[in-house]
């Protein structure tokens, strides 16, 4: 049975070309890029092409600003409690929104363990985060606010632009988490006005275990592992040579195909949310449909649970990803749709679709198809659904 | 994650369905994880002679109540009340543990069901409340989703590896 994937959010395939990059590093010798002999700056060198293709990804003004990580959750670490130990002298206060990824949210409760105190602002319906909020939860002891550029969940790409003003105008750090749209969407870290920005290689095509963590010329942020002088002091550690050379490749190719991706993504996005009615009776579109990731759809099917209809799917080679309470592991509904005020048992029957470069209008149809006889089976079973 | 027996029930669960003229109904909702179950029986010589089910919730509420349904139909009233949760979890060959606590509420349905028919059949008042199955059934214990440890009732994080079940906000 030929597989059709849609859970590009929890793991995206490697491009060919970083494949190609990544296995012929593999064949060569290389030394420690800390090491000043011919082997040792052979290596410093991949890093430094590497890093330059990330920071033309991102747009930032010095290659130095970008730091490898092993993860997009390492990198939030970092510029999380990074920032609240290098200014803990300044305040304990850190400024964050209802429905961040859990790397934001954990890192904050342990900060808090530690006496740090936190206030996470509320989204609308449609998630977004309002400025005018974020400014009002700004204290005199605030040192940080961390908002994430678009939501894992629902695909909401927040104001981070206007966030990043009155933050400026009150003189705390942003750190914005762009783990899921970096490579998905435009950008820029100048325009974007953010201090510390967070992503990862493999949500644009990159290998798993390599992440980076933009971190703006005069800002402040202590390392997690400290040790040697890697990474500018900014993290210890001998560097994964073989993981930044494939971000690197993964870099070039996003900023090279943005533009096709974003349209390839949004066509199909399109298609499945225009025929969904033909197939599924009673729904709810969740996110801001003028301002969402274009590879993300997530879908409530009302009446039924997702884990059960991800399962059917996947028994009919239909790959996708659920927020249901039961799926999640922690059996507790999604924060994501429980702040966007949606009802617990709508929360539970959603549906996660994400797109990838391989996927075709022929993979949306399957996708529909699939989920209109799950749909109408489990019905049938609901106690909640009545004909 | 699911026994293949779990995967046979979910994918083709049996006695699925209303039943209009039931002599005993037992609705049974979990708010903690969201699956809610319906049972119906029909009783003819103080014999589950039909039982139907209603079940929202994942492929393993699913499997649990189809499960339920073939294990008590047509057995007596007496032996149906001694089917517990745990039977039926060990039909299915056995539950992941995080879902023994809030996907295994079959028997508890049946039991609802079974004094529905005798409130009914006495002309008494059924009692108003249903039992809630995380104050009277004890047999399962809440286990950590992340590392499997005992959660002790009350206890809202895993000692063993500092999970806890409260989720975002931050503050």
Known sequence: ?387 | MYSKKVMDHFRGPRNVGTMEDADGVGELGNPLCGDMMTIYIKVEDDRIADIKFQTFGCGAAIAVSSMLTEIARGKTLEEAKKITNKDVAAALEGLPKNKLHCSNLGADALQLAIRDYEAKKSGKPREQMPPDPHEHNHEEKCYCPYCDTEVPEGQTFCKNCAFSDDEAPAD
């Open chain 1, 1 to 387: 049975m030929d597989l059709v994937y849609l859970d590009h959010m929890s793991l995206n395939p490697i491009l060919p070309e970083v494949r190609k990059a990544m296995a012929d590093a593999l064949n060569q010798e290389w030394g420690n890029p800390s090491s000043q002999h011919r082997l040792g700056e052979k290596a410093a060198e991949a890093i430094a092409n590497a890093r330059q293709s990330v920071a033309d990804l991102i747009g930032a003004r010095f290659p130095r600003e970008v730091v490898f990580t092993s993860c997009g959750t390492e990198s939030v670490n970092q510029a999380i409690k990074g920032t609240a130990w290098a200014r803990q002298d300044k305040g304990n206060h850190i400024v964050t929104t209802n429905i961040e990824h859990n790397a934001v949210i954990r890192s904050l409760r342990r900060l808090k363990q530690m006496g740090f105190s936190v206030t996470s602002v509320p989204v609308d319906k449609l998630g977004r985060v309002n400025p005018a909020t974020v400014a009002r939860a700004i204290r005199p002891e605030t040192i940080l606010v961390s908002v994430m550029h678009a939501n894992n969940e629902i695909g909401t790409i927040e104001p981070v632009e206007e966030i990043a003003r009155v933050c400026r105008e009150k003189k705390v750090p942003l750190h914005v988490d762009a783990v899921d749209s970096m490579g998905h969407v435009p950008i820029n870290v100048e325009e974007l006005g953010a201090d510390l920005v967070s992503f990862a290689a493999n949500p644009f095509y990159g290998p798993t275990g390599v992440g980076g963590l933009y971190i703006r010329r005069g800002t402040t942020v202590w390392p997690l592992l400290d040790g040697g002088v890697q990474e500018n002091r900014n993290r210890a550690g001998t560097e994964n040579l073989l993981g930044i050379i494939g971000m690197g490749a993964a870099a070039a190719a996003a900023s090279r195909d943005l533009e096709k991706r974003m349209a390839h993504a949004r066509s199909l996005r399109d298609l499945l949310l225009a025929k969904l009615p033909e197939y599924v009776e009673e729904f709810v579109v969740n996110g801001d449909p003028d301002n969402c990731l274009p590879y993300l759809a997530s879908v409530s099917v009302r009446h039924l649970e997702g884990e059960s209809v991800m399962l059917m799917l996947d028994e009919e080679g239909v790959e996708v990803s659920t927020r249901s309470a039961c799926a999640s592991g922690s059996l507790r509904a999604s924060h994501v749709l429980l702040s966007t005020g949606m009802e617990f048992a709508d929360a539970q029957g959603t549906l996660v679709v994400t797109f990838g470069p391989g996927n075709t209008e022929a993979d949306v149809f399957r996708f529909l198809e699939t989920l209109g006889s799950a749909v109408k089976t489990l019905l049938e079973i609901s106690p909640l659904y009545k004909k």
